[in-house]
């Protein structure tokens, strides 16, 4: 990577709206000494000394691409203020059930960010899936975004990590907005 790949903070996408991205990726572990907060990718979070890792506390976050494991990551979960999962292609999904493990099975409660390629489309389930915020690179999701858009279908068959109210069956499941 380049020093200016380095330097590039996406923009960050809430449900509240746009706003700073806080964080910086690299893939140099010897950036923890400049007191950033980092997103590190897994391998070189899980190669750091336990005391770099303890003495850069909650300044540590980690990306997690769409063919690593996350079980690895798991003895971390408490300490760890952000996670990353990486979408590079539309079509590549892995990330999705890597959110809702993180999510429903190990309660994560830390900010879970979406990376790479993410488009209008896939906004409504990556908030299902449990993402908190995501990096909009594409031009035309940013500016349905930034106008309010969220996209979705306000029914739901599926459970997901947001429960939905339940509906006439049991076995539908409904937004609490399709409720109202």
């Not at 690593?68 to 971390?76: A, C, G, K, Q, S």
């Not at 203020?81 to 809702?100: C, E, H, T, V, W």
């Amino acid at each position: 990577m380049s020093a200016n790949e380095h330097q590039f903070k996406p923009p960050l996408w809430a449900e509240d709206g746009f706003r700073e991205n806080e964080w910086r990726r690299t893939d140099e572990s010897e950036a923890l000494e400049i007191g950033e907060k980092l997103i590190l990718p897994l391998e070189i979070f899980l190669a750091l000394d336990p005391a770099t890792r303890e003495k850069a506390g909650g300044r540590i976050g980690v990306e997690v691409l769409p063919g690593e494991t996350i079980d690895r990551l798991v003895p971390y979960l408490d300490r760890l203020p952000l996670i990353a999962l990486a979408f590079p292609a539309y079509n590549d999904g892995r990330s999705y059930s890597k959110a809702q493990l993180l999510r429903s099975r190990y309660g994560y409660r830390g900010e879970l960010r979406a990376t790479g390629d993410v488009l209008f489309d896939q906004v409504a389930h990556m908030l299902r899936c449990g993402f908190s915020t995501l990096e909009v690179t594409h031009e035309l999701t940013r500016a349905r975004l930034e106008a309010g858009d969220n996209g979705g279908i306000p029914l739901y068959y599926q459970p997901a990590t947001r429960p939905a109210a339940r509906g006439r069956f049991s076995w539908r499941r409904l937004s609490d907005s399709a409720l109202s």
